[in-house]
RNA sequence: GCCCUGAUAGUUUAGUGGUAAAACAAACCCUUGGUAAGGGUUAGACUGUGAGUUCGAUUCUCACUCAGGGCUCCA
């Protein structure tokens, strides 16, 4: 069915919903019902009830009964009058309807069996046989039009397709995307853990997951230092009164932690890296000649994030930041931002990520009304917002902007990934900054011998190690490249015997730096088999009397594939060099 | 933070107003095997924490903690 029609039947199946609501309960009152993506939601004000999952069979069955007599939908023109009298109790139609009216937009109602609703349209033809299959899947609250100043709402999420068996197909999809979550994956691959004891969104990593971070970690920083960035390190905690000269404790009050007194002084865990960065490259006048400045640093962060937003590794409370800084001169500043998109483009090469696939550019601007969370200075941003998208329209990448998501002191470009779940969140981000220079008095000598300003870039190559390894365990359902495997190699001895030629090949292989284990359990091959492909592990070594004879190893792959026998140099170097392309 | 749901062994789940059952994982024993599960035995849970109702609570009620789905937020 054409995405045109299938928004019909989501939309008319909103209706449907709201229908059997109202005859099951009266009371209630309707907001809005509008078809998304994958289905469609209807917010709606049960009063004193509470609604759960476990009413769902119940609405289900009502749906179904009212649906038989939907011979499809009656469109009539309502006056503003009539409208406010029929909704007279329903402060939300009511908002809605005036606001209709204020805009001088016709207010209709659309009629189906015995239920009408305010509605501009946009429904599915003879509901009665088209409008079947259908499901109603979640409960969550919802701000009344988004905003958190206003009541909290009941939201019921549901989807609908033209058969039952592309509703099936829907259905098995979400299960199966449920398997690649990272935080099951997590759990069952032994990457990382959470602890009541430690606290909410406070990782704790394992000695497998530690090693993605650490190869990671290694990856990065060699890639920095060879586009000549300077790796610096700085205290992870600093006077609040840094923050206030950044400017950053007004706008973020919030969401750091509460400062901490010592003696006469108040510290405060860092939330993020530049003020400190700002500091270093103050501690001594600078010349043009060293410029641009490019400070990184593999920056751990606190942020107190409200409790309802964390989410496994994806949004926590503290984390670890490819962090850095580029002060440059403001005429250099595009081809710095070019620089960045570069090592970006260059990072999702090797992690295997496809840009329109797996990652879009957003362009974050800022919005001119907002002064109270935007720094005010029009004609700055105005320029900014232009380099970056003139940077964006030179590489000739995919990008869309957003309005109002910049950062307060200027407008971004992110690197915006999906999880599983289709929720969309910045991985990797850069950001044109003309607010901190001044705020820091930044400065620089330029050729004239005159002090100057510089403009800043901060950025964030490879994100947070936390996050960027959630999507990676997501995109690779667990089954990650070699060279991010945290065990590469697992040898698998057929018998006891074997144990000390497998002995030998692990510290052949470990001096070679592979990461291998040998499984020495009492099991049969098929069974360490079974294991070690559940465990995702790239490949196997099985190695018996044949091998030891033969002073050879056979190799098979997670993937079931049986490499044959070959010996271990040789193996060791067809490893080596799929890692070398990050394969 | 707000709305909804939930928490039983390492994991996945069962169950009951009278202190809990299973599978997988683990340990040990037998088996020494050739490309996705060999067999047996044992151990493992004060049923998330605290309070209340009750003769008695894992079960009912409340609070807290943590988790999940949303909203808001996301430097």
């Known amino acids: 069915m054409e995405s045109h029609?299938?928004?019909?039947?989501?939309?008319?199946?909103?209706?449907?919903?709201a229908a059997a609501i109202k005859t099951l309960y009266p009371e209630a009152k309707l907001a809005i019902g509008p078809s998304i993506s994958d289905g469609f939601y209807y917010d709606v004000d049960y009063g004193d009830i509470s609604l759960s999952e476990a009413d769902f069979?119940?609405?289900?069955?009502?749906?179904?009964?009212?649906?038989?007599?939907?011979?499809?939908?009656?469109?009539?023109?309502?006056?503003?009058?009539?409208?406010?009298?029929?909704?007279?109790?329903?402060?939300?139609?009511?908002?809605?309807?005036?606001?209709?009216?204020?805009?001088?937009?016709?207010?209709t109602f659309f009629?189906?069996?015995?239920?009408?609703?305010?509605?501009?349209?946009?429904?599915?033809?003879?509901?009665?046989?088209?409008?079947?299959?259908?499901?109603?899947?979640?409960?969550?609250?919802?701000?009344?039009?988004?905003?958190?100043?206003?009541?909290?709402?009941?939201?019921?999420?549901?989807?609908?397709?033209?058969?039952k068996l592309e509703l099936e197909d829907h259905l098995k999809r979400l299960e199966e995307a449920k398997k690649r979550d990272h935080r099951k994956l997590g759990r069952d691959l032994d990457l990382f853990a959470f602890s009541d004891l430690v606290g909410k969104g406070l990782p704790l990593w394992t000695s497998k997951g530690t090693t993605i971070k650490r190869v990671?970690?290694?990856?990065?920083?060699?890639?920095?230092?060879?586009?000549?960035?300077e790796h610096v390190s700085?205290?992870?905690?600093?006077?609040?009164?840094?923050?206030?000269?950044?400017?950053?404790?007004?706008?973020?009050?919030?969401?750091?932690?509460?400062?901490?007194?010592?003696?006469?002084?108040?510290?405060?865990?860092?939330?993020?890296?530049?003020?400190?960065?700002?500091?270093?490259?103050?501690?001594?006048?600078?010349?043009?000649?060293?410029?641009?400045?490019?400070?990184?640093?593999?920056?751990?962060?606190?942020?107190?994030?409200?409790?309802?937003?964390?989410?496994?590794?994806?949004?926590?409370?503290?984390?670890?930041?490819?962090?850095?800084?580029?002060?440059?001169?403001?005429?250099?500043?595009?081809k710095e931002i070019l620089g960045v998109l570069d090592l970006i483009d260059y990072v999702n090469k090797a992690l295997g990520l496809?840009?329109?696939?797996?990652?879009?550019?957003?362009?974050?601007?800022?919005?001119?009304?907002?002064d109270k969370k935007y720094y005010?200075?029009?004609?700055m941003w105005d320029y900014s917002e232009n380099i970056l998208r003139e940077v964006l329209k030179n590489q000739k990448v995919p990008y869309f902007e957003a309005e109002n998501e910049a950062a307060f002191y200027g407008p971004k470009i992110d690197v915006q990934m999906k999880n599983v779940n289709g929720k969309e969140d910045t991985a990797f981000t850069i950001q044109y900054d003309f607010v901190m220079p001044k705020r820091f008095e930044l400065r620089f000598i330029n050729k004239e011998g005159q002090e100057e300003e510089p403009v800043v870039i901060h950025r964030a190559s490879l994100g947070a190690f936390e996050r960027t390894i959630a999507f990676l365990i997501e995109h690779y359902g667990g089954s990650l490249p070699l060279w991010l495997s945290p065990v590469q190699v697992s040898i698998l001895p057929i018998s006891d015997k074997f144990q000390d030629y497998a002995g030998n090949i692990k510290s052949e292989m470990l001096k070679k730096g592979i990461r291998c284990e040998v499984n020495s359990?009492?099991?049969?091959?098929?069974?360490?088999?079974?294991?070690?492909?559940?465990?995702?592990?790239?490949?196997?070594?099985?190695?018996?009397?044949?091998?030891?004879?033969?002073?050879?190893?056979?190799?098979?792959?997670?993937?079931?594939?049986?490499?044959?026998?070959?010996?271990?140099?040789?193996?060791?170097?067809k490893l080596k060099s799929q890692i070398e392309n990050f394969s």
């Open 354 to 370: 496809k840009a329109g696939v797996d990652y879009r550019y957003r362009l974050s601007l800022g919005d001119r009304k907002e």
């Open 521 to 573: 359990q009492s099991k049969t091959l098929g069974a360490k088999i079974r294991e070690t492909t559940l465990q995702k592990i790239p490949y196997m070594v099985i190695i018996g009397e044949k091998e030891q004879k033969d002073n050879v190893i056979s190799v098979r792959t997670r993937e079931g594939k049986d490499l044959g026998q070959i010996t271990v140099a040789e193996f060791i170097n």
């Open 234 to 334: 700085t205290p992870p905690i600093a006077k609040v009164d840094l923050y206030r000269t950044s400017g950053h404790y007004p706008y973020y009050k919030e969401t750091m932690y509460p400062p901490m007194k010592v003696d006469d002084e108040e510290l405060i865990l860092r939330p993020m890296t530049c003020p400190h960065h700002f500091a270093l490259f103050k501690t001594r006048p600078r010349s043009y000649h060293e410029m641009p400045v490019r400070f990184a640093e593999i920056s751990p962060q606190f942020r107190y994030e409200k409790s309802g937003e964390l989410t496994g590794l994806i949004r926590v409370r503290t984390f670890l930041l490819t962090d850095a800084h580029i002060i440059t001169p403001k005429e250099q500043a595009k």
């Open 216 to 229: 990671l970690e290694r990856f990065i920083v060699d890639e920095e230092l060879s586009r000549e960035y």
């Open 111 to 163: 009629k189906s069996g015995d239920f009408e609703d305010l509605c501009q349209g946009n429904h599915a033809e003879n509901p009665k046989e088209n409008l079947k299959h259908f499901k109603l899947l979640s409960v969550a609250g919802a701000y009344w039009r988004g905003s958190e100043k206003n009541k909290m709402l009941t939201r019921v999420y549901g989807t609908v397709f033209p058969s």
């Open 5 to 17: 029609n299938l928004d019909k039947l989501r939309h008319s199946c909103a209706h449907l919903f």
């Open 376 to 379: 005010k200075d029009d004609a």
């Open 57 to 107: 069979p119940r609405i289900e069955q009502k749906m179904h009964e009212i649906v038989k007599k939907w011979t499809g939908f009656d469109k009539r023109e309502v006056s503003y009058e009539d409208a406010k009298a029929f909704y007279q109790n329903n402060p939300y139609k009511l908002e809605l309807i005036e606001e209709f009216n204020k805009n001088g937009e016709k207010i």
